[in-house]
């Protein structure tokens, strides 16, 4: 009796963990987050070159819209904006920018009759985590490269209890 049950225990814990194993790879985030100490890899500009463009797609109930420009200057700036029921809920104002050989995501949050959410000298910074081929992955902010029409941004959004959740932006270049 003593070695069916521990058998049976034993069955049932490695089928738990087979259970866990699958469901952490078919929900894993497609956002990373660099790791207190580390240091941002080397990158250039010309690594997010492909995110140039104006894209349109749908998130939060509304129509979003992002621009981004062409490297100069040693940045890519961009502009966002987000319009639920035909009125802009918020905006955001931003760039990557090459610094020290590697990237910096950075942006502001504006209401709709622009009044900043942050203050005036803040930036909310998200600091260059990995690049692959088709991916930059920034602490907690990821651009996806899914063709040259297509791209998908995913972001680690806050509620105002502190619980946080992955938000996919799914964008088509207009």
């Known amino acids: 009796m003593y070695l069916k049950f521990r058998s049976i225990h034993y069955s049932m814990k490695y089928l738990v963990w087979v259970f866990l194993f699958a469901f952490i790879n078919v929900s894993a985030q497609n956002t990373l987050a660099l790791k207190e100490g580390s240091n941002s890899p080397n990158a250039a500009l010309s690594d997010a070159s492909w ?10 109930g509304g129509i979003t819209e992002e621009i981004w420009s062409p490297p100069l200057g ?7 904006k987000l319009v639920v029921d035909g009125k802009v809920q ?11 050989s590697t990237l910096l995501l950075q942006l502001k949050h504006f209401h709709g009759n622009l009044k900043g959410w942050e203050k005036k000298e803040e930036t909310v910074d998200f600091k260059l985590v990995k690049v692959t081929e088709d991916r930059i ?3 907690d902010f990821t651009f996806e490269k899914v063709g040259e029409e297509e791209i998908n941004i995913y972001v680690v959004i806050s509620d105002d209890q502190g619980d946080t959740k992955e938000v996919k932006f799914n964008y088509k270049k207009q």
Not at 90 to 100: A, L, P, S, T
């Open 51 to 60: 995110i140039e463009g104006h894209w349109k797609g749908e998130a939060f």
């Open 137 to 139: 992955y920034f602490d």
């Open 74 to 80: 040693g940045s890519m700036m961009f502009v966002f």
């Open 90 to 100: 918020f905006y955001e104002v931003g760039h990557i920018q090459e610094i020290n």
